[in-house]
C-alpha cells in the first residue's frame, strides 16, 4: 500500500507533464506558422478568429471522444454525425421551432445516436470500431439524401441574441466559442478528477472485470460515454452552423481520426483506462492550428493529408509508449 501510492502520483505527473508538452508543442507551431506564414497573414485578426472558432467546434467534440477513449471505447462517426445534426438544426430551425428549443432538439438527437451506438456495442458486444464504423457511412449516406448534396443557409439576422450569445460575439481576439470551449473543458476535467463518475470511467476502461467486481456497471458507463460523444457532437454542429451560417454536406469530413489523434497526443491511451483531458484540449488545438496553418502557407490540401497521417503514426506510437509506463508502473505496484 505505500508503495502503490507513490507510483499512482508518479504516473498522474507524468501525464500531467504530458498536457504541458503538448501546451508547448502548440507554442512553438503558433510561432513557426506566425513566422512564416506569407504576409503575415497568420496572426490578422479575421484569422485568429477563424483558428479558435474552429477549433472551438473541434475541441468540444474531441472532449467527448476522449472521455469514451479513456472508458476503451472509440466513435469513428462523429464526422458523420456532425453533418447530419447540422442538417436537422437547420431543418428543425426553419420549420419554425424556436431557435433555443432547436438547439436542445439538435443536442437530443446527437444524444439518441450515441445511445444507439453505445447499445449495439455493449448489448451486442459488436467492437465500437465496427459499430461506429457503419455509423460513420451510414449518417453519412442519409445526410447526403436528405439534403440532396446542396448547401443551405441559415439566416442569423432571425436570432441576433442568441447568435451573439453562442457564436457572435468576442472577447478581444477570442471568439465566443472558444469561451464556450474553455468553460465546457473546465466542468468535464473538474468531473473526471473529482467525481465518482471519472473515477468509474477510468476504472472502466483500465479493467473492466476488475470495475464489475467493485459493482460498476460498465455497459451503463460506457453507454453515457457515448451519449456524452452524441450531444457534444450535436452542440459542435450548431456552433459550426452559428460561425458559418450555412450547411454543407461534407461538414466534419474526417473529423473522426483526427480526433482520435488530438486524443492520442493529449496523453489518452487507444487501450483505454488512461487519458489527460487537459491534454486533449491542447491536443484538439494542435491539430486544428496545423490545418489552419498549412491553408495559410499556400501547401497544396492533399499535404495536409500527409501531415495528419505522420501525427496519427505519431501518436500511436506515443500511446504505445504512454501504455507500456502504465504497465511498468502497474508490475512495480504489485
Not at 18 to 34: D, Y
Request: one cysteine or more.
Amino acid at each position: 500500500m505505500t508503495t502503490a501510492k507513490p507510483r499512482k502520483r508518479l504516473l498522474a505527473s507524468f501525464l500531467r507533464l504530458r498536457s504541458l508538452n503538448v501546451f508547448f508543442i502548440f507554442l512553438l507551431l503558433f510561432v513557426v506558422f506566425a513566422v512564416f506564414s506569407p504576409g503575415n497573414r497568420f496572426l490578422s485578426g479575421d484569422n485568429i478568429l477563424i483558428l479558435f472558432g474552429t477549433a472551438a467546434e473541434f475541441g468540444v467534440l474531441t472532449l467527448a471522444v476522449g472521455i469514451l477513449m479513456i472508458a476503451g471505447e472509440f466513435d469513428l462517426s462523429v464526422g458523420s454525425v456532425l453533418a447530419f445534426c447540422s442538417l436537422s438544426f437547420v431543418k428543425i430551425f426553419q420549420s419554425g421551432v424556436n431557435v433555443v428549443a432547436a438547439i436542445v432538439l439538435t443536442m437530443i438527437i446527437g444524444g439518441l445516436i450515441g445511445y444507439f451506438n453505445g447499445v449495439i456495442t455493449v448489448k451486442a458486444q459488436i467492437p465500437s470500431f465496427i459499430t461506429t464504423l457503419g455509423g460513420l457511412l451510414m449518417w453519412r449516406g442519409i445526410t447526403l439524401f436528405w439534403s440532396g448534396g446542396l448547401q443551405q443557409g441559415l439566416d442569423l439576422t432571425k436570432i441576433p441574441i442568441t447568435y451573439k450569445v453562442i457564436a457572435g460575439s468576442q472577447i478581444s481576439f477570442v471568439p465566443i466559442q472558444f469561451v464556450w470551449l474553455v468553460g465546457i473543458t473546465l466542468v468535464i476535467i473538474f468531473f473526471m478528477n473529482y467525481h465518482k463518475f471519472g473515477n468509474w470511467v477510468y476504472v472502466t476502461g483500465d479493467n473492466r472485470l476488475a470495475a464489475k467486481a467493485m459493482g460498476i456497471n460498465t455497459d451503463r458507463i460506457k453507454t453515457i460515454c457515448f451519449i456524452l460523444v452524441g450531444v457534444a457532437v450535436g452542440f459542435a454542429a450548431v456552433l459550426q452552423m452559428f460561425r458559418s451560417g450555412t450547411f454543407t454536406a461534407r461538414a466534419g469530413d474526417g473529423w473522426e481520426l483526427n480526433a482520435v489523434a488530438a486524443s492520442v497526443v493529449g496523453g489518452t491511451a487507444l487501450s483505454g483506462g488512461i487519458g489527460n483531458l487537459a491534454g486533449v484540449f491542447w491536443g484538439a488545438l494542435v491539430i486544428s492550428l496545423i490545418e489552419n496553418g498549412l491553408v495559410l502557407m499556400r501547401i497544396q490540401y492533399w499535404w495536409t493529408f500527409t501531415v495528419f497521417g505522420v501525427v496519427i503514426i505519431a501518436a500511436v506510437i506515443i500511446s504505445r509508449i504512454i501504455e507500456k509506463r502504465g504497465m511498468m508502473a502497474g508490475a512495480e505496484i504489485t
